[in-house]
Structures are given as C-alpha cells and as structure tokens.
C-alpha cells in the first residue's frame, strides 16, 4: 500500500487492533484442543469397545468350556454332534504353518529387494520399481486367495504330485508374496535412511559395494529390518481371504504341510458366513479364537516396538 | 622448510644436492579436469605431492579443494554425474586406468572427513572393520592392531576400558580420533583429510593437529583446511585454489609470508573468502 493514500496516518498496528476479534478467537483456541482430543478419543474408545467384546465372549465361551482344554487340547471338533472338541493348538498349528511358510519365502526376497534397491539400484530403477511393490501391496487379499488356489497350487501339484488341492505350501507361499512389500519397503526405508557418511567412511577403507551393504549399512539398519518382519509376521498370522479359499478347513495337529489345514482366522470365517445360531457354544467359540490371534498379533506388533527401540543403532 | 627435513629418509637413487633430500612424489596430478554434469569444477589442475609430508589445501568455498582431495581416492565417483580428464599418477600409476581397482587405491590411500564418521558399532569393531575386509580374521592380531592403531590417533587411553561401547557415545573430537585410528588400521601409505577439524571444538583441534604432527614421519598427508592458520602451522607446502584452478603451489613457509600471486596475497590477509 503507497503511503500516499487517504488512510496513510493509521499504522499497521493500529490497522491490526481494528480488526482484533481476541475474545472470539481466544474461545476457539480453547474450544479446538477439546474437539482435537473428542476425535482422537473415538479411535481408542472404539479399540477398547473391540477388546471388551471379545473378553466378555470369551469368557461367556470359557463358562462351557474349559479353558485348559481349549489352549492344550490337540482336537478341533466344534462341528461333532456328540462330544465336540475345543482345543485350539490345531488351529494355532495352521496358522503357524503359513506364516512360517511366509517367513520363509518374504524375509529373504524381502531384504534382497531392499538391499538392490537401497545400495545398488539407480534413481531410475527405484522410481520404477518401487511403485511395482506398492502395486503389489495395494492386490486385494481375494485375488491372492484365487492365484493361489487356480495357479500356485497346480504348478505345485505339478512338481509334488502328492499335494491335496487344500493345503498349506501354496497359500503359505502366496501369504509371503503377499508380506514382501511390506518388508522390502520398510526394510528400505531403513537401509536408506543411514547416513552416506557411513558409507563413504566404508568405501574410503576399500570395500567393496557388497561389503557395505551387508557390513555397514545392514548392521546399522537391523532395527528397522528387524520391526518390518515383525510387521509383516503379524500381518501374516492375522490373513484371512487367502487361506480361506486355498488352505481347506481340516485342522489337524500336525507339521504335515501337503495336506489341507485350517488357520483361526479360516475358522472364524467358516463359523460367520455358516449358520451356527446366535448363542450357541459355537458361536462364542469364534470370539475365544479371534481372541487369541488378537493376543498373537499384539504380542507381535509390542515386539517390533521393542526391538525398533532396543536395538536402534544410535547414529 | 619442506624439503630440507633433516629427517634421515631412507629414498634409493635420489640425487643429493647441498644436503637437500629431495622427496619422493606421492602424487603426481597431470591435467586433471573434473565436471559435475556441465559444472567445470577442477581446471587443468597440475601438482606434485611428495611423501612424508603435509600438504595443505586452501582456497574459498566452491575452489574445488574438496573435489581435488576427494578425486585422488576416486571417491568423488559416488556422484554418478562426475566426468573426469587428465590423470593422477599415485606411485607411478594411473588411478583413473581401467584395470586400477579402486578398492586396492583406497586401501592404500585412507581418508578422514569433515564430520566425524565413526560405524554405529563398538569402538573395537570400528577400528577391525578395515583389517577384516581385508581378510584378517585373527583376533589375536586384531587386538593389536586395535591397540597399535588408537595408540596411533593418541586416544588409546581414553577409551582403552571402554573399546565395547558405541563409537556414538564418544565427544565429537574423540570420534574424529578414532576415524583416524580406523584409518591407521590398515596402515596406508597416504591420509587424505578433508577439513578433519571443521566440526571440532579448539581443544579437539588442537589434539588433531598434534597427531598430523607425529603422523607424517610414517605417512604422507594431504589436509583440506579453510582455516589459514592451521594450514601454517602445521603444512609443509600449501595449494591455494581459486575458482578450480591452483593459484599457487609453494613451500609453506614461502606461501604465507611472500606469495607471488596477488590473489594468493589477498585470500590469505583476508581481504577475501
């Protein structure tokens, strides 16, 4: 504004008095940390209201059944007429066989990937890859379940003639598919995130690439490494489409992974979308499974906690 | 004062003349070029560097002191825009020459850099870390390289109860320290030092320009400095760089007291950078 102007005698400040609101403005600054805080309020009441339920069910379950039967009994049988069977350790088993399977196929391919994409690959490579991944990440879970039952079980079939149609390879290999985003990613993350410093103090003793990727860099990065798996396992024990459809819904208290299984997360979607009646033993029995990998799945996601913030290289 | 130490070095077949010892050339740089992309960073740059000595490099920021010192262990190649021209002839061979692996350079030539840089690893890993890429695995050896090599930064008995702790928990001069140790390590043959005291407090200076002191009887050091008075004090030939180019490459003593160059003159009584 020129000075020239008509009002030039009012300064800024008396400008600004003019148009201060301090008493409206005051109020709404008190108001917006209460709304702030409502809001932020409903996510945990709702984790709470979650938990409460599965605890009251449970314990409604727990009155029919013995508790010491449901977490040592080896037997499965919710559906037997006569003496059903609630001990969950087959159930458990399934779950842990996928999982394992999981681990098994992520965690290697994972950290290959963050390492190539972290150390070796170029900018335009990442800017091309990476988006692949997150592509990867965003295949609804039922798609997974289908790829795995009408194309990864038939190609195993193929070389293990022995494999059931249901079973746990090839839902179990998918599952790991299914985490590798996961794991690559955040493991990159971590890997990216240590200073080049570091590298450059690393190449400048002689190493080689490969010797700062795995001696270096890999180190100073195990926290993060270490938290995604964690993730992705908790990821993986809680799956439900994919062993739905391809891992069958025979739990059995076994190590045999050619056969069909069933997981607890396979078990609650049999009883849901089954007509077990409001009320039944049956019918509580899914809130004392989903408690458990509730439990699982906690305990897992408290143990990346721990291990991102014990094992932080300070840096 | 450089080149007439009366040092007894042992140099074969060097031509005695009035009592002068005339110094083997480390480094021998012919016509270097450097570009980042279209930026001409290094120009025509000529210089013999000679063994057992320090060498220090001066100039404003941006001269390309940095990216001289950084191209004669070819770390500059990390930044994947670097074209280079000329060569640098390090012990009568061409480090830019294709079969030259630049690991076996770098593990002749070590560096110490701006902010100290020590592993997040304990202060014994970080010092082995060098000997054990290179294949030594005995941990009776590595003990005393260990002890050998922090002896050698002088920080030996600052840390000497404490070699399983986190490098990180050590003050930043302390670090510095133990990044030379970890140099020393691998016993090379030239420290190249890229403004090593820039991040220290005075004291830390002071300890670091000690042991560059004590360090050049066994190796020949290269420091990049933009503080004036430590290049005086402790180099025996200075190189004044200005906008990528070498001004003035002389005795230190002749650098700072009688330049040649008016540029020289100007940069060192702080008329300018």
Redesign the interface.
């Known amino acids: 504004m020129s000075t020239k102007d008509s009002n030039k005698s009012i300064s800024v400040q008396e400008m600004i008095a003019q148009k201060s609101n301090r008493g409206l403005l005051s109020r709404i600054e008190k108001l917006v940390p209460k709304i702030l805080f409502a809001i932020a309020a409903m996510s945990v009441l709702t984790t709470i209201g979650i938990v409460l339920t599965l605890i009251f069910e449970t314990i409604i379950f727990f009155t029919r059944v013995s508790p010491l039967e449901f977490i040592f009994g080896t037997e499965w049988y919710p559906f037997a007429n006569t003496t059903p069977a609630y001990g969950i350790l087959p159930l458990i088993v399934g779950t842990l066989k996928i999982t394992g399977i999981a681990v098994l196929v992520a965690v290697p391919i994972g950290i290959a990937t963050a390492i190539f994409l972290s150390e070796y690959a ?1 900018e335009r490579t990442r800017r091309f890859i990476k988006p692949i991944l997150e592509v990867l990440a965003g295949v609804p879970t039922i798609v997974y379940g289908f790829f795995a039952l009408t194309f990864v079980t038939p190609v195993l079939q193929s070389i293990f003639p022995q494999l059931s149609i249901f079973n746990a390879l090839s839902p179990g290999i998918v599952v790991g598919i299914m985490i590798i985003p996961m794991i690559a990613s955040l493991s990159e993350d971590a890997m990216t995130s240590v ?1 080049n ?2 590298r ?9 690439r490969l ?1 700062v990727a795995l ?2 860099v890999l ?2 990065a195990t926290s993060g490494i270490v938290a995604s798996t964690v993730l992705a396992i908790s990821r993986a024990i809680g799956e439900t489409m994919i062993v739905s459809v391809a891992a069958g819904s025979t739990p059995g208290f076994n190590w045999d992974i050619t056969g069909s299984i069933q997981t607890m997360t396979a078990y609650i979607v049999q009883v849901t979308t089954g007509d077990a009646g409001y009320g039944t033993t049956i019918y509580y029995s899914i809130y004392a499974v989903g408690f458990t990998l509730f439990l699982f799945t906690l305990v897992m996601n408290l143990l990346a906690q721990y291990i991102s913030k014990r094992f932080r ?3 | 004062m450089a080149t007439t130490t009366t040092k007894s070095v042992k140099i074969n077949n060097q031509p005695i003349k009035n009592e002068i010892v005339e110094k083997t050339s480390v480094y021998k740089t012919n016509q270097l070029n450097l570009w980042y992309g279209s930026n001409h960073a290094l120009k025509n740059i000529d210089l013999d560097i000679k063994e057992n000595e320090v060498t220090a490099i001066i100039g404003p920021s941006g001269c390309g002191k940095s990216t001289y010192i950084k191209t004669l ?1 070819r ?1 500059i190649e ?1 930044i ?1 825009t670097v074209k280079t021209s000329g060569e640098i002839i390090y012990r009568g061979r061409n480090i830019f020459s294709k079969d030259y692996q630049v ?5 002749k030539v ?2 110490v ?1 701006q ?1 100290p ?5 304990s202060i014994y890993d970080n010092i082995a ?2 000997p ?3 294949g030594i695995k005995n941990k009776k050896i590595l003990d005393e390289i260990v002890e050998k090599s922090l002896r050698g930064a002088a920080i030996w008995d600052e840390v000497k109860d404490r070699l399983n702790e ?1 490098a ?2 050590l003050s930043g001069g302390q670090q510095q320290r133990i ?1 030379i140790a ?2 020393l390590a ?1 016993e090379p043959d030239v420290i190249l030092m890229d403004e090593p005291t820039s991040a220290l407090d005075p004291i830390s200076t002071l300890k670091v320009e000690e042991l560059v002191q004590e360090l050049k009887t066994q190796y020949s050091i290269i420091i990049v400095t933009h503080n004036m008075q430590q290049a005086a004090r402790i180099s025996d030939k200075t190189a004044f760089f200005l906008n990528g180019e070498v001004i003035e490459y002389d005795d230190t003593d002749k650098i700072f007291s009688n330049p040649s160059d008016k540029r020289t003159e100007d940069y060192i009584s702080g008329r300018f950078g």
């Open positions: 170029s200073p410093a570091m450059e103090g690393a190449y400048a003793l002689g190493s080689t010797e001696k270096v180190p100073a290289e300070e840096y | 262990n770390m990390i994947p690991e076996d350079l770098r593990t070590g560096m850099f902010k840089n020590p592993f997040p690893k870390y060098g054990r890429i290179h986190n990180y928990g990044c970890r140099c691998i």
